[in-house]
Nanobody, 122 residues
Framework: QVQLVESGGGLVQAGGSLRLSCAASTYSGYIMGWFRQAPGIEREFVAAINWSGLKVDYADSVKGRFTISRDNAKSTVYLQMNSLKLEDTDVYYC?????????????????WGQGTQVTVSS
């Protein structure tokens, strides 16, 4: 059973930064992604990274502000979020995909964390 545990969410002012972390119990060779979701809205792709870290993908809404990275020695993936905006307020989820290719659809991922709340205030 794969377990993903997110941390690092919280309350931050607009323009500020947060770093989310996701520790995985099973990690080797898999695609890791971040998604976010507001109540009543479909889960939205944020970023994904392959095993080597050489392939990444971002949603247009976060390009230039968010950076996904991973530390394979620690079985952890990170999401550095800078220049946060009010519209970045959401629950953020870490996800693991049992394939070699990056995926941008929630249905392409096989395991999910419990989510961590990010709230951006004015």
């Amino acid at each position: 059973q794969v377990q993903l545990v997110e941390s690092g969410g919280g309350l931050v002012q607009a323009g500020g930064s947060l770093r989310l972390s996701c520790a995985a119990s099973t990690y080797s060779g898999y695609i890791m992604g971040w998604f976010r979701q507001a109540p009543g809205i479909e889960r939205e792709f944020v970023a994904a990274i392959n095993w080597s870290g050489l392939k990444v993908d971002y949603a247009d809404s976060v390009k230039g502000r968010f950076t996904i990275s991973r530390d394979n020695a620690k079985s952890t993936v990170y999401l550095q979020m800078n220049s946060l905006k009010l519209e970045d307020t959401d629950v953020y989820y870490c996800a693991l995909r049992l394939r070699d290719s990056l995926g941008v659809e929630a249905g392409a991922y096989d395991y999910w964390g419990q989510g961590t709340q990010v709230t951006v205030s004015s």
